[in-house]
Every structure is written in C-alpha cells, then in structure tokens.
C-alpha cells in the first residue's frame, strides 16, 4: 500500500510527491489531466516561492528554465502614471516570470525517476474511499482505487475531494470574473517590461509581458457580470480606452492577432478545515487565492515544503497530528496574504468605480502618487517574503 496518495499534479501536488519519494515514501501522484499547458496558471514567482523551491533543493532545476526577472510594477490611473516602482523592491530576489507548463513538466521529469513514486497521468478521482471512519483513500474515474495511510488533497480551487469530505469553504471576499487576453511575441524592444494595473472609465485591467513573450492583459468583471459581447475590433477599442498610449496603439494596431476574451471566474476562500482523519488539503484546494500580486503559485509551493517537512518524518499513527501541524503552520500566512489581497481589490474598486477619485488622483499624481507608493508598498513586503516562521526553520522540529 502507497503512504500517501497525492491527488493533482498542479505546484502543491508535484513538488510535494517529490519530496516525499525522495524522502523514502511510497507515493501514488494522480492526475485528470495529460499535459500541463492550461493558460490561467500564471508566471510570477515571487522571492517566497524561490525560496521554498531552493529549500526543497530544486534551485538548479528553476535555473536551467527559460525565465526573466519582471522589471517593475505600476498603477495608472485614467492612462496617467500614479506610481511606479523597480524590481527587486527591497528584495534579494526580484519576481521570476517561468512558465507554469515549463515548471510542472521540469519537476515532472525528476518526479518520475524516482523509484517510490507511482504517476497515474490522466486519471481523475471520483470519490474518497473510507475504511470506518477514516479517509483510505480514493477511487478513481476509470474504476479501480488507490490506498493510502494518507490522502493528499492537491486538486485545486473547485477541489472535488474538499467537496467529498464535506469541508465547507469560507468564501472571502466578493471573487471576481475575469477575462483574459493576449496578444503574441515579438512585441516591440522598448515596451515596459513590468506589470501594470489601469483604471480608466469605469475599467480595471492589467498589463504585463508574460514568461512566454506574449503580452497578457486582463479586464476585470464584477462577479456574475456576463461578458459584454463584443467583436475583436470593439474589444481591441475597449482596452485601448483603458490603456496609456504605447500600450493602446499596440493593441489596436495588432487588432486582428489578440486572442480572447477567455472567462476566468476567481472565488477566494479558506477552506473551515484542512483536514479529516486520512485527508489534508493544500494548495488552493484549502485556500483558493485571487490572481492579485501572484500569490497562488508561492503559497502552494510553501504549504508544500512545509507538509513535506512534517509528513516526511511521522510514523505511520502520527500521520494525523503531523497533518494538523500542517494546517497550524500554514494558516497565519495564509490568512495575512488573502487579506492583503483583499486590502488591494477593495482599494482598486473603489478608485476604479469612483470618476470623481479617478480624476483627483491623476490630476494630483505627482503629489498623490508618493502616498499612494507608501501605501502599496507597505502591502508587499510580505506578499513578496511571505511571514516568518511560516516554512520550517532550524528552530522548528517535528
Ligand atoms: C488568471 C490567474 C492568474 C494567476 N497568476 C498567478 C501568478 O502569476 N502567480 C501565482 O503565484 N499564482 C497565480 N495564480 C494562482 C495559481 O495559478 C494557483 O493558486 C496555483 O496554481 C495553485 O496551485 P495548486 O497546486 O494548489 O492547484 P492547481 O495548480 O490548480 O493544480 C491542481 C491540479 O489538480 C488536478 N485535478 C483537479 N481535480 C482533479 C481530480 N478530480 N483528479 C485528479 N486530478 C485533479 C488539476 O488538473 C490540476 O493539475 C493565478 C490564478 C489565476 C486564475
């Protein structure tokens, strides 16, 4: 019988059987998909998940994958330049832009060679499995089951075995819809390297030059708002409208190569618990993450190295407690960055959606803008190292 089963092979799920095979551990990873290249997976790497791949030992692999530093972050308000400020901000590391579908197949590959992992490409689980009142594993779409002492709840933000376990998920905040365009490399030398935000005429968007060379823009949706039916041309004008002048004659210029809108709808939330006797969630199976300042990714490679650190050393009876030990290390960070990402939504709403703000805060951007910096970037520190104690240290032991 395996010791763990990991259910989904997104950034929590892959390093985490990883770890655990290279640990010693008979490992079963399953998977619903084949391939890796889902577009909604974003590109940013934040100096906190370098650092969790570093302490996993996967540094080299990170290195030897095509990557860029992005160069900075910006806020434009009605096509003027609130604030803009560099990479690496007070960091050691600036923000990575890596591929997600480069990533996940790089760990991948190491995954496989080792001998305790078992990988079960394109097979989706259906249901938990119970043996009394324990979770012993799960049973999987094509029939059959995989065992475990432990199952490993890694399937992302709509989790199915949250779902079967019953665990309720706390929604936090309003969550958002959000569509999502891009336009395709080369893009031209002189373009802004960073990430930028707009608000303009009622708009909020963003914009940045992804890992991949395209360049990705979003248009933001209030919850449950349908997509304006627009035809390439009118969405090509509409972001035009939203963005400053270099930005805008690209896209219109390139009207006819924009690809989208595609909808991604985005629920931020807690799960009420992590765990049931056999089970534990990580990754955005228990904390679902808006898109705001690329946290997801980060905050489920943590979770994983710290799960890793306590599930890799219980015996067999202690599986339960290590599991609990998990949910109490990790919980403190994840509350802190959901709400500063909510900090951040509420406050783009209420700029974006206010004309009168809009226009005072650009009029008055060489005083406001300042101010406004200070206040962002007292927000990032954190949502860029992450908290301390947080991971394990030298001075946490099991
Ligand atoms: C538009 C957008 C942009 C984003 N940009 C960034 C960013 O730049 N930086 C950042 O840090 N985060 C970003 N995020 C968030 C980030 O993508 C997620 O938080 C992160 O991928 C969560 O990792 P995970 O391993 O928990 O889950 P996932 O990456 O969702 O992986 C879950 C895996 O489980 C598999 N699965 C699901 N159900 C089953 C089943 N029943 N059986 C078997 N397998 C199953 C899925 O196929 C999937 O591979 C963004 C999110 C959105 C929506």
């Known amino acids: ?7 989904g092979a997104g950034p929590a799920g892959l390093t985490l059987a990883l ?36 302490r996993m030992g996967l540094s080299a692999l990170l290195e030897r994958l095509p990557q860029r530093p992005l160069e900075g972050w910006s806020v434009w308000v009605n096509k003027r330049q609130l604030f803009a400020v ?76 949250r779902r079967e376990a ?15 365009f891009e336009l395709p490399d080369p893009l031209p030398a002189d373009l ?3 990430f930028s935000t707009h608000l303009a005429g009622g708009a909020i968007g963003s914009a940045c030059v992804g890992a991949s060379g395209n360049l990705q823009l979003a248009w933001l949706l209030e919850r449950g708002e349908a997509t304006p039916q627009r ?20 896209v219109r210029q390139r009207c006819g190569e924009l690809q989208g809108p595609l909808k991604v709808s985005v629920q931020v939330g807690l799960a009420r618990s992590w765990r049931q006797p056999g089970l534990l969630l990580l990754g955005d199976a228990a904390h679902p993450m808006s898109p705001v300042r690329a946290q997801g990714i980060n905050l489920a490679l943590r979770d994983s190295l710290v799960a890793a650190h306590w599930l890799g050393r219980a015996k067999t009876d202690q599986l339960d407690a290590a599991a609990a030990a998990v949910e109490r290390q990790r919980l403190p960070e994840i509350r802190r960055m959901q709400a500063l990402q909510s900090a951040e939504a509420r406050q783009g709403h209420l700029i974006g959606h206010s004309p009168l703000l809009r226009a005072t805060l650009s009029r008055t951007a060489a005083i406001a ?19 301390a104690e947080a991971i394990p240290s030298a001075r946490i032991t099991p």
């Open 86 to 161: 560099s990479e690496p901000m007070q960091s050691l590391q600036p923000c990575r832009l890596v591929q997600q579908r480069l990533l996940l197949e790089a760990l991948l590959e190491e995954a496989v060679q080792e001998p305790l992992l078992q990988w079960h490409p394109g097979v989706a689980v259906r249901g938990l499995r119970r043996r009394g009142e324990r979770i012993s594993g799960v049973e999987l779409a094509g029939g059959g089951c995989l065992e475990g002492d432990l199952v490993l709840g890694c399937d992302g933000r709509q989790s199915l075995l």
């Open 231 to 250: 035809s390439r041309e009118q969405w090509a004008q509409a972001l035009a409208g939203l963005l400053p002048p270099q930005l805008a004659n690209l």
């Open 369 to 387: 803008g300042p101010l406004a910096k200070q206040v962002w970037m007292a927000r990032q520190g954190p949502m860029r190292e992450g908290l």
């Open 1 to 7: 019988m395996n010791r763990f089963v990991v259910v």
């Open 19 to 54: 770890q655990l095979a290279r640990a010693g551990h008979h490992v079963a990873l399953v998977e619903a998909s084949r391939q890796f290249s889902r577009q909604f997976r974003g590109d940013a790497l934040m100096p906190c998940g370098q650092e969790a791949i570093a």
């Open 166 to 180: 019953g665990i309720q998920l706390l929604e936090r905040g309003q969550g958002l819809e959000l569509l999502w």
């Open 192 to 194: 802004d390297g960073g």
